[in-house]
């Protein structure tokens, strides 16, 4: 009986001891809630009294090279004994250093904490910026923002802070506002409150503990605190609908700390004029009671002159804390500040239990933080930890989802088959701005000051740059007085007009009454300006909102939203689809050889995969001199990748639109060639190297006289109409001359029935296509250049760009005698005029990679159907495999066996081409991946071909395959 009333007392009291602790709950409770009072009691009893009032006390200090201020930071630790220190300016590794030996000095662990409301950058360099709150904002996306705080609370534990001063969950509903703007969320109090409560969470997730500000608002004001006092004009029941439902939301989920601003709110019962920070009816009543807040209640940092107003300085540590504070943020004088505390709660019973339980609670986020069994981080690899790959992943996509279109007229996205004029906003982003445009489609660059030369009707769109510089979030960002007179005369044209604003949207104010579509990007950085370039084409999905209203028109929550088209998009992050950064620098290694062991003077690599360029490298120059580095622009003569870059896409179409047929035979385009043995050859066998026609005919030899030198009967020096056809810039052979290539390659013998690469039937397919619908280079140009906005692309690029922009191919030591810039480097198709079916095209990486997309995506690309995807799987196909033969219907395919033409590592549904003058592009649509390589391997000799000995292109390949994760 006894072991039964026992068994249920203990029942009992076990239920009044959980009912208990439930109203005694706080959010500062650890999971192991009874050991951390433990804790807390056994340090708290062995403290003095003195000790318990130094750790109320938060100090400023910074991390800089000097051995001064660490000095009297041990003496404020060892005399005044302080609860923690406010990082500010420095570098991470001398930060940690000092945490290390200011730690070893305090009896009890001293709580780091830091204002990093934007991550370490905001205070220590190196180190890595994430967006500001008010991009983050834009983004309406909780998850990105939730990532965001995880990442800063990694990097604020990494360099041993505990406790960031963050998120700011001020409603910025006032323009003018001078100190908070791009720091808040935005000014929708259900926005903010989710994008705060992300924030935070993901902190918490790394062991940081946030303090959320500045309560009770400081978004709707015009002054700034640090300076002097702000007024906040509103009374308890728009407090109520507006500046207190993110913290009230903060509050319910649970938010450990609030920091208290300095602000007056005169209109607020019982509040009168006193800074919010040392109002009792704001600090406590207000906060704890009503808002039932029992988390550290944390001051603004007292140095501010918007608090001590009228007030001794050395008071107002003691104001705050009779007003409910638990933490004095940066007392100027710690000792006055200590010592008057002491004097006043040694006088007063209600000030000593006050003491108790705002040490308690300091030691219960202590302990809740770790500080209980305290662990230093190493120095070891700190600097890579704190800028990870996931971080440069993360901020690149913040930055994309920010992109908010203003877009009434319904203008974008932008066709990128169309031509464009960008005003250069002539700041130093300018040029990387332009290049991201100028990627997707025929984009000219001018000046404000060049337009009246130009005839704006000739462009689709008027493009306007505006890149601010936003290197900190108080920066102003507005347009120029000269900036609206310029856009009103453009604006006279009727043409559209895009402004791209990469900085506040308060800058809006002054385009009320513009017709433009506009772009906000809310900042300038590398990946805003790349992101607003792909939103404007259409590359990437746009869906962000203005966190704030501007004015009548700019209001919260504007901004259209248009999906992505099947562009080619680009990433910093090659881990965004599926590559290892770190593997890829192998792909950096072997490019080096390219050059150290003269392989080439220089060249382009792209790498894309899921439609998203995630590397790229323009490497070397164009001579060995050294002279002129190659761009991303640089043009490349792509020898034979002509063949799938121009004839194919033709043949293809043709034969979709039923103008040809694969069972062609050429006697039946040409009655010339009936009866002979290259009349009967099919266009399939001939597209697939099975036709056994010869490799190539030298047909420039038989135009050499004796000394091997260009005869006179063949050409001149000067253009003429009987010499027509320019080989080279100063060479020009007979008009006419084409019509002995086509009785050359008539009176062919075919040859081996093996497989036989050959070049002849390209010439065949280029008459019959010539001859049928016209010049064969602007056929290509209109079906898929100008469309596909392969700006870059073309046959003869001299006559399109200046030669400084094409790279050499050779110095011909053989033919014509002459540097080979801009001039085709194949002979036959110098022949014919630098136009032909097996070679001739020029181009650079990015718009073969898009051409190369195209063909991965069943021939659509950006919204538009170039080929049906039957069509290329049809050409994709091995059709004489059983033969011995690898090759599709114009594209080339991975070898049987062997060594060939790719890693052997590439799928069999994979296909491409190479070129000649040391050129490669290849698509595999089971790994979504596309590999551009180009160079001039050829320069200054053609027979210096280390590359291809090497095998470096394809070694380049195994090295792209062997990265992906």
């Known amino acids: 009986m006894i072991n039964k009333y026992t068994g249920m007392l203990l029942i009992i009291l076990a239920s009044i001891q959980s009912y208990a602790q439930s109203i005694n ?10 050991r951390q009072n433990i804790w807390v009691d056994s340090v708290y009893n062995q403290m003095t009294f003195e000790e318990k009032v130094g750790q109320l006390i938060i100090v400023f200090t910074d991390s800089k090279p000097s051995e001064d201020e660490p000095e009297r930071i041990e003496a404020l630790i060892n005399d005044q004994h302080i609860g923690g220190l406010l990082f500010s300016v420095g570098s991470p590794e001398r930060q940690l250093e000092l945490t290390r030996r200011y730690q070893e000095s305090s009896k009890i662990p001293l709580l780091m904490t830091m204002d990093a409301e934007w ?33 800063i609370g990694a990097h604020n534990r990494r360099v041993g802070i505990h406790m960031n001063y963050a998120p700011a969950v001020d409603l910025n509903t006032n323009p003018l506002n001078p100190i908070i703007g791009n720091r808040s969320f935005g000014e929708d109090p259900k926005a903010v409150s989710e994008a705060a409560e992300a924030f935070y969470s993901g902190m918490w997730s790394e062991g940081v503990m946030g303090s959320i500000k500045h309560f009770p608002g400081h978004g709707d004001t015009s002054a700034d605190s640090h300076h002097a006092l702000p007024v906040v004009l509103a009374d308890r029941k728009q407090l109520d609908t507006l500046e207190l439902i993110p913290f009230k939301r903060m509050i319910d989920a649970g938010v450990h700390s609030v920091m208290v601003a300095h602000l007056a709110l005169p209109k607020l019962k019982g509040a009168k004029n006193d800074p919010a920070s040392i109002s009792y009816h704001i600090s406590t009543e207000l906060l704890q009671d009503q808002l039932g807040f029992n988390g550290l209640v944390i001051t603004d940092a007292l140095n501010m002159k918007g608090v001590s107003e009228g007030i001794s300085q050395n008071e107002v540590g003691l104001k705050a804390f009779e007003a409910g504070a638990d933490i004095l943020l940066y007392p100027l004088d710690v000792k006055a500040t200590t010592d008057i505390l002491i004097d006043k709660i040694k006088g007063s019973s209600y000030l000593q239990k006050r003491l108790e339980q705002s040490v308690r609670k300091i030691l219960k986020s202590k302990y809740l933080l770790g500080l209980n069994n305290l662990k230093i981080p190493s120095l070891e690899r700190l600097s890579k930890e704190i800028e990870t790959v996931e971080d440069q992943l993360l901020r690149e996509q913040v930055f994309e989802s920010a992109i908010t279109m203003i877009d009434d007229n319904k203008n974008l996205p932008l066709s990128i088959s169309n031509r464009y004029l960008y005003v250069s906003s002539e700041s130093e982003d300018d040029h990387s701005f ?34 601010p510089d936003t290197s900190t979030p108080w920066k102003k960002t507005g347009f120029s007085e000269e900036f609206i007179s310029d856009l009103g005369q453009i604006e006279l044209s009727t043409i559209p007009v895009i402004i791209a604003h990469l900085g506040s949207p308060y800058a809006l104010n002054v ?42 028109r700019f209001k919260v929550g504007m901004g259209v939203s248009y999906p992505a088209k099947n562009l080619i998009s680009y990433s910093k992050v090659p881990e965004r689809v599926g590559f290892s950064s770190n593997q890829l620098k192998e792909v950096d290694r072997l490019i080096d050889r390219v050059v150290d062991e003269e392989m080439a003077p220089g060249g382009q690599v792209i790498i894309a995969r899921k439609g998203k360029v995630v590397y790229e490298r323009n490497f070397g120059y164009q001579t060995y001199k050294k002279k002129v580095p190659i761009e991303w622009d640089t043009r490349y003569d792509i020898a034979s990748v002509t063949k799938i870059a121009a004839t194919l896409p033709l043949v293809m179409r043709a034969q979709e639109r039923g103008e040809i047929s694969l069972g062609d035979r050429f006697s039946n385009w040409f009655k010339e060639l009936e009866g002979t043995e290259v009349g009967q050859t099919p266009l399939i066998a001939a597209l697939s190297h099975h036709g056994r026609l010869p490799a190539w005919i030298p047909f420039y030899k038989e135009t050499l006289d004796k000394n091997q030198r260009p005869s006179s009967r063949f050409y001149n020096f000067d253009e003429t109409n009987e010499f027509g056809i320019a080989v080279s810039e100063s060479l020009f052979l007979k008009s006419d001359y084409s019509k002995q290539m086509f009785q050359r390659i008539k009176e062919s013998s075919l040859e081996s029935r093996k497989y036989r690469y050959s070049d002849l039937p390209y010439y065949l397919i280029f008459w019959h296509f010539t001859n049928r619908y016209g010049a064969f280079d602007k056929q290509i140009e209109s079906f898929l250049y100008q469309p596909m906005g392969l700006s870059f692309t073309s046959y003869n690029p001299i006559q399109v760009t200046d030669k400084e922009n094409i790279a050499p191919s050779e110095i ?9 810039q801009g001039y085709v480097h194949d002979m036959g198709a110098a022949m014919m005029g630098g136009v032909a079916g097996h070679a001739g095209v020029f181009s650079n990486a990015n718009d073969l990679a898009k051409l190369m997309q195209m063909y991965l995506q069943g021939g659509s690309y950006g919204g538009e159907q170039f080929l049906q995807p039957s069509t290329i799987r049809r050409f994709n196909t091995c059709y004489y495999c059983h033969q011995g033969n690898r090759r599709g219907i114009g594209f080339d395919k991975p070898q049987l066996e062997g060594e060939g033409s790719t890693c052997g590592c590439v799928s069999p549904k994979s296909f491409g081409h190479l070129g000649f003058t040391g050129t490669y592009v290849w698509a595999d649509p089971e790994k979504e991946l596309v590999y551009v390589f180009l160079s001039n391997r050829t320069y200054p000799s053609m027979d210096r071909n280390l590359l291809g000995k090497t095998n470096m292109r394809t070694e380049i390949q195994r090295m792209i395959y062997a990265s992906l994760l």
């Open 812 to 820: 011909d030591s053989y033919f014509r005698y002459d540097l080979l």
């Open 25 to 34: 709950s706080s959010v500062l409770d650890a999971d192991d809630r009874y």
């Open 511 to 552: 385009l009320s009454e513009t017709n433009a579509s506009i772009l906000v990007g809310y900042q300038n950085t590398s990946e805003s300006r790349s992101a607003a370039a792909q939103a404007i084409f259409g590359a990437i999905a746009v869906k962000g909102k203005l966190p704030v209203t501007v004015n009548h």
């Open 119 to 151: 991550g370490l950058s905001m205070r220590l360099k190196p180190s890595f910026a994430f967006p500001w709150n008010m991009t983050l904002g834009a983004t309406r996306d909780a998850e990105l923002i939730r990532r965001v705080g995880e990442r």
């Open 434 to 467: 332009y290049e991201s445009l100028v990627r997707y489609a025929a984009v000219e660059k001018v000046s404000f000051s060049d337009l009246n030369t130009l005839e704006l009707q000739d462009y689709a769109a008027v493009i306007i740059g505006h890149l």
